[in-house]
């Protein structure tokens, strides 16, 4: 498998003076008087895009810091995120981290104490934790360490699936500081809140095998069996129709906000990947193959 050479728009936030952080030393954003500059083409310099057909694999590479991420990398993935989003042929993603040791070490602490300059690009830690646009499925490769905001992105993912030798954490307070960068809000809504309450205030390092028993880590595999579980999960993904699996994510999702199930209920067809899916021609294919008996032919349209 080789990599396709990919550039990817990069948007830069200056928030002049606020700083914004993310992950492991996250502050809660503050988007005071942004300034935009022009985006430009970039060649990508701390993640790696690779292509298989619609399937679009994002590695995080800076294994000298364990794939820690810095606000460089932060803008260089959203704008990653954002052509995978807005690409028609892309229609699932898998993240992993580079190397054997780490996922992601979270927020990069020692490019911060040295003085780098500290912001964010709107969609969040790692271009993901804050992006709640994205319908096309993301699975999480998770071969290592996933602390801090490694974690927060792994959870931003719709599927994880991780080594078994991997350990997630949000060891934020133990330098004074929350996992302010979704940690916080999807874990409680994932494992319950006393469950979660239980890792949150005491920092405590999860295993794989015990991410899977408390339910936020869908398959644990060896090492060696990573991105062939993580693309299964892919594969199996891409039989369906692309238009029916983004309705389905954007109702869940939505759905997850109503008040009650009976208003989702009412509200789902005005979500609008659910609109989407009634107006495509998908819709149309799915039930006319199955009459022709014939495989099936989507066109993510």
Known sequence: MTSVPMRALGVKLELNGYPSLAGDVSEAPIWASIAIREPKMTDLQFCKVEREGPLTIVTLNRPEVMNAVHPPANFELAGVFDAFAADPE??????????????????????????????????????????????????????????????????ACDIIVAVDTAVFALPEPRVGL?????GLHRLPRLIGEKRAMGMILTGRRVSAKEGAELGFV??????????????????????????????????????LTEPSVEQALKNQSKYPAVAAMFRSEDFIEGPRA???????QWKGR
């Open 90 to 155: 892309q229609w699932v993603a898998i993240v992993t981290g580079a190397g054997d040791r780490a996922f992601s070490a979270g927020n990069d602490l020692k490019y911060q104490a040295g003085g780098g300059k500290m912001s964010a690009p709107p969609s969040g830690f790692g271009g993901l934790s804050s992006r709640f646009d994205l319908d096309k499925p993301l699975i999480a490769a998770v071969n290592g360490i996933a602390m801090g905001g490694g974690f927060e992105i792994a959870l």
């Open 178 to 182: 929350a996992a302010l960068a979704g």
């Open 218 to 255: 869908n398959q644990v595999v060896p090492a060696a069996e990573l991105m062939t579980a993580a693309k299964k999960w892919a594969t199996q993904i891409l039989e369906l129709s692309p238009m029916s699996i983004r309705a389905s994510k954007q109702a869940v999702q939505k759905g």
């Open 290 to 296: 199955f009459a022709e008996k014939r495989p099936v």
